[in-house]
């Protein structure tokens, strides 16, 4: 049987056809995608910076300031033996000016000290609890104002750099 010479040139037609169709379509999809893609990244690398965002400077670190005092030798409350504390302490305050107006008030900074750890047994200062509460009251009393219209020192921080209990 002979086939019709149309029906041949229709059957090589329709092949060509389709893979020319397809073969438009995919080059079609590839111009979108670059042209999208290279639209996306000039409007990337064309935009402007925000002049609303805040920009943050963090201002270094400030040295600490500590002011050292002279070693107190104190005698403690007796329980039940009479028992004397040798303490060395430096104080850390807000700025050097604080740590001016503490040496300026010294004698009256001491006195206060002195009178706290007087105060004291051997058991009250002898454990690490004992020792945080009474760096807590020394702070407390030193924070104190030394006159009735002055306000409060601004100490930080008490460090023991030694303390000797005999």
Do not use: C
Not at 7 to 28: D, G, N, Q, R, V
Not at 47 to 68: C, G, I, L, S
Not at 76 to 100: G, I, N, R, T
């Amino acid at each position: 049987m002979a086939l019709d010479p149309k029906s041949e040139e229709a059957a090589a037609a329709a092949p060509a056809t389709s893979s020319k169709k397809k073969l438009i379509i995919i080059i079609a999809a590839a111009l979108v995608l670059l042209g999208g893609g290279g639209g996306a990244a000039w409007y990337f690398m064309h935009q402007k910076p925000d002049h609303k965002k805040e920009v943050k400077h963090e201002e270094p670190a400030k040295a600490p300031v500590f002011v050292t005092l002279e070693t107190f030798t104190v005698n403690l409350q007796p329980d039940p033996d009479e028992k004397f504390l040798q303490l060395d302490l430096s104080m850390q305050v807000a700025s050097p000016e604080a740590a001016e107006l503490l040496k300026t008030q010294m004698p009256a900074v001491r006195n206060r000290l002195l009178m706290l750890l007087t105060s004291k047994t051997a058991t009250d200062i002898s454990s690490m609890e004992g020792k945080q509460q009474l760096s807590d009251e020394i702070i407390a009393e030193v924070k104190k104002p030394f006159s009735a219209d002055a306000k409060p020192q601004e100490v930080t921080g008490v460090f023991f750099t030694s303390f000797v209990i005999q």
